[in-house]
């Protein structure tokens, strides 16, 4: 099997309860290069991602109580729900880790933000972590 070359973290996700609030709190003491504000509706969630240097803060807030990120909160408390990881081509990256027999979340990429192309696997297969496969 051909492994893939990660090159990269491009974000982490971070489920936050008020964006707005979270976007102040972080900016009170950096100054980030870009916040560029996003809604992904079909996921119920309000998208901020916060640019620093070659990898971005992403917060994300719920706008509907059953989407997964209200879940999490519920569940967990804000916090860190996920990690992307920058792969050279995600289709590729779902074959290999179903391949390996990981808990793929995603059959077909899903649309992130930019024109990114995304995926997550199960934390059950990465100790802990809700990993995301980004090509962007
Ligand atoms: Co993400």
Redesign the pocket.
């Given at each position: 099997m051909v492994k893939i070359n990660p090159t990269g973290i491009t974000?982490v996700?971070i489920a936050v309860t008020d964006l707005e609030k979270a976007i102040d709190d972080y900016s009170a003491l950096f100054d980030f290069e870009a916040i560029e504000r996003n809604e992904v509706s079909s996921e119920g969630v309000k998208v901020a991602m916060l640019k620093t240097g070659a990898s971005e803060l992403?917060l994300l807030c719920p706008t509907k109580e059953d989407g997964p990120i209200a879940k999490f909160i519920r569940e967990k408390g804000e916090g860190i729900h996920?990690i992307?990881i920058r792969v050279p081509d995600v289709p590729n990256a779902i074959e290999a880790a179903k391949a390996l027999g990981l808990r793929v979340l995603d059959d077909k990429p899903r649309k992130g933000a930019r024109g990114a192309k995304?995926a997550f696997v199960h934390p059950k297969s990465f100790h802990g972590v809700l990993l995301?496969f980004?090509d962007r």
């Open positions: 974000h996700g992403e996920h992307a995304a995301e980004y």
